[in-house]
């Protein structure tokens, strides 16, 4: 069976008819049959605006030429006319056969994404696939270290939540020289220089309050050190914020280093008034849970805005 089957039957004189359209995959069968026996199978393969077109299929039987035509009379309802030597015998619906219409544009860009899987990688987007394959580890490290703060938070104190989860960057930092592979993002030198950051705040002042502000403490520096390098062009940050987010779309790494700077600065200035409001349990859960949700739809849009068009400058 196919993604879906349309079947229609109708008489001429002695004769008892029957045509199908059926689509496989992304190809396209047609059948016909007179008084039970098929006599004639044909396949395509279609691009999709083509699909959603009235499609004409000519048959030749012992009768004449039989000229078929299926297409959509509604969104889910194909529907059927057969011509015989020129003369309409059937119609399935009195309803006229609609088009793409205004999705035509849609199908089309869907076509060519189609056409260029199937085509030959390029040297560049093989590179594409490579780094985006060099990420996953430090996607995964970053999810790991969000449930180790999780968990010491609960069952220990924030204080040890932070003190571990700079000591784990720090030895992720080691041990990514040895495995030879990326676990922390791009930002090894930047990410340890904000754990030891965060690792003094915790050991300075042993308090859950400090601990809670940390965020907002590294988010003003990270905020500050993603202006000064959006005016010097993106080199560090913006150019890793750019190959982080190719996956996505292209980035210009000078607005990205901005586009960094405004987020932390949007996401921070919701952070802070919860530190007060919540009490320290309540605040784990949101620091753990919570947080991203609200912090990775504004990043994204950030970046969004950030997105290279045509290598404009600033």
């Known amino acids: 069976m ?3 089957t349309s079947k229609f039957k109708f008489t001429t004189g002695p004769n008892r008819w029957a045509v199908q359209i059926s ?26 605006v083509e699909m ?6 000519t048959v030749p039987t012992q009768d004449g030429e039989m000229v078929v035509t ?12 057969v011509n015989f030597n020129g003369e309409l015998v059937y119609r399935s619906h009195k309803k006229p056969f609609r088009g793409a219409g205004r999705f035509t544009s849609s199908f089309k ?29 430090s996607i995964l490290v970053d999810i790991a270290l969000g449930f180790m703060f999780f968990f010491v938070a609960r069952e220990f104190s924030l204080v040890n939540a932070a003190l571990a989860g700079a000591g784990v960057t720090i030895a992720l930092f080691i041990v990514q020289r040895f495995v030879k592979v990326d676990l922390l993002g791009g930002f090894a030198v930047f990410g340890v220089f904000m754990a030891l950051v ?50 996505l779309f292209s ?17 921070m200035a919701i952070d802070l008034p919860l530190v007060f409001i919540l009490t320290t349990d309540q605040w784990i859960w949101y620091n753990a849970f919570l947080d991203s949700l609200i912090a990775i739809p504004i990043f994204i849009g950030a970046m969004w805005l950030a997105r290279d068009k045509g290598n404009k400058k600033c």
């Open 23 to 48: 689509v496989k995959g992304d190809v396209t069968h047609y059948r016909a049959w007179r008084n039970d026996a098929e006599i004639e199978h044909q396949e395509m393969k279609l691009p999709l």
């Open 70 to 81: 299926f297409g959509y009379v509604s969104w889910t309802k194909m529907a059927c006319t």
């Open 52 to 57: 959603a077109e009235p499609q004409t299929w």
């Open 109 to 137: 860009w869907l076509n060519k994404v189609t056409a260029e899987e199937g085509a030959p990688k390029t040297i560049e987007t093989l590179e594409k696939e490579k780094r985006a394959k060099d990420l996953q580890p």
């Open 251 to 267: 980035l210009n790494p000078r607005r990205a280093a901005f586009a960094l700077a405004i987020s932390t600065l949007l996401i």
């Open 198 to 247: 965060s690792a003094g705040l915790s050991y300075l002042f042993q308090d859950d309050t400090i601990v809670k502000l940390r965020g907002t403490i590294m988010a003003l520096i990270v905020a500050w050190l993603a202006i000064i390098d959006g005016v010097l062009g993106g080199k560090y940050l913006g150019v890793r914020m750019a190959r982080y987010m190719e996956g």
């Open 2 to 4: 196919g993604i879906f």
